[in-house]
């Protein structure tokens, strides 16, 4: 079965310092990952996706997310964050096998200081 | 193009009211679903419907049903609300041969069962 574990519930950086969200996944087949943002009342924004071409994969907003099939992880990350970026981000795992069903972590805050 | 249309985008309820929460996608997709969100938590999958005539239990679907008469709309009905079933519910669709490319959100529905 598929799952998804986002290890931090909320992440603080100051503006303009590199933004790290960390996930890790378990699937038993190749997965598709994405991560999805949502800022403050608001629906959802596809972010980025992997899908089994490139492991490094870029964003939109300056995000990229590695994927690292050893370590079953998919790691956001941005060079230098910015208030906007201030919004609820979700790891979401899926494959073929259970019917491109969308698995969904618990989502990570991430809180801009000035 | 209007993408996933959900009504209404709030709504409060009485303890023991009955609701349908509308979703309308004019993309011609194959694929629906009903999410919903709780606080800290991400999306869960309360029914989905492969096509017009078919739909299936996701992980939640206890005090929830849905028909799907159409390809276009995929209602989803609260017989007895309860102060559990406040959350904010998520409409998707997808296109059956894009697999989880084609994933299209509504901006949601937040219920408050009072």
């Known amino acids: 079965a598929q799952s998804v574990t986002q290890l931090d519930s909320h992440v603080s950086v100051s503006e303009g310092t590199p933004v790290l969200l960390r996930c890790n996944y378990s699937?038993?087949?190749?997965?598709?990952l994405f991560w999805y943002v949502q800022h403050p009342n608001k629906g959802l924004q596809l972010l980025l996706k992997y899908t089994s071409a490139a492991t490094l994969v870029k964003g939109i907003n300056g995000f990229e997310a590695e994927f690292k099939k050893s370590e079953t992880s998919f790691h956001l990350t941005k060079p230098s964050a910015h208030m906007s970026d201030a919004a609820e981000y979700f790891c979401?795992?899926?494959?073929?096998?259970?019917?491109?069903?969308?698995?969904w972590g618990a989502g990570t805050k991430l809180i801009i200081k000035p | 193009n209007a993408g996933v249309t959900q009504t209404p985008k709030f709504r409060i309820l009485k303890i023991g009211q009955s609701m349908t929460l509308q979703c309308t996608q004019d993309m011609n997709h194959n694929y629906m679903y009903w999410y919903r969100q709780d606080p800290g938590m991400g999306l869960k999958l309360i029914y989905y419907?492969?096509?017009?005539?078919?739909?299936d239990k996701g992980e939640v679907p206890n005090g929830y049903n849905v028909s799907r008469s159409t390809t276009e709309d995929f209602p989803l009905r609260l017989e007895l609300a309860a102060p559990s079933q406040t959350s904010v519910y998520f409409c998707a669709s997808r296109a059956a041969d894009r697999g989880d490319y084609g994933y299209t959100f509504g901006s949601g529905t937040r219920l408050t069962v009072v």
């Open positions: 699937s038993s087949y190749s997965p598709s």
């Open positions: 419907s492969v096509g017009a005539g078919i739909t």
């Open positions: 979401v795992v899926s494959d073929a096998n259970s019917n491109y069903q969308l698995i």
